[in-house]
Nanobody, 123 residues
Framework: VQLQASGGGSVQAGDSLRLSCAASEDTFKDYTMAWFRQIPGREREFVGYIIPRSDTTRYADAVQGRFTISRGDTKNTIFLQMNSLKPEDTAVYSC?????????????????WGQGTLVTVSS
């Protein structure tokens, strides 16, 4: 499956932003979809994932309660709604996919990656 992330931009602290990840096929039934973020010079950081079929979501503590992953009506798009953004949320955000319903927070688990989209949050 091929992935394409979009929706990044520059916002002020406290603002909201929604990222999209479009897949080349329907991921609802078979793929765990995840979002990661990375600051240059640092390791890739888990943000959250959504499990196939159940659409159960889990998030990193740093974004819990502020970020929400959801699936679009067409089932081949997922969204990352980011509210109450903070300067420390500034990073390149990437979506990833793995075939199966065995979600992991380790980026090495994911086989398919989209290109990143930059989110910059100013104080």
């Amino acid at each position: 499956v091929q992935l394409q992330a979009s929706g990044g931009g520059s916002v002020q602290a406290g603002d909201s932003l929604r990222l999209s990840c479009a897949a080349s096929e329907d991921t609802f039934k078979d793929y765990t979809m995840a979002w990661f973020r990375q600051i240059p010079g640092r390791e890739r950081e888990f943000v959250g994932y959504i499990i196939p079929r159940s659409d159960t979501t889990r998030y990193a503590d740093a974004v819990q309660g502020r970020f929400t992953i959801s699936r679009g009506d067409t089932k081949n798009t997922i969204f990352l709604q980011m509210n109450s953004l903070k300067p420390e949320d500034t990073a390149v955000y990437s979506c990833a996919a793995h075939y199966g319903a065995h979600p992991r927070r380790n980026p090495d688990f994911y086989v398919h990656w989209g290109q990143g989209t930059l989110v910059t949050v100013s104080s």
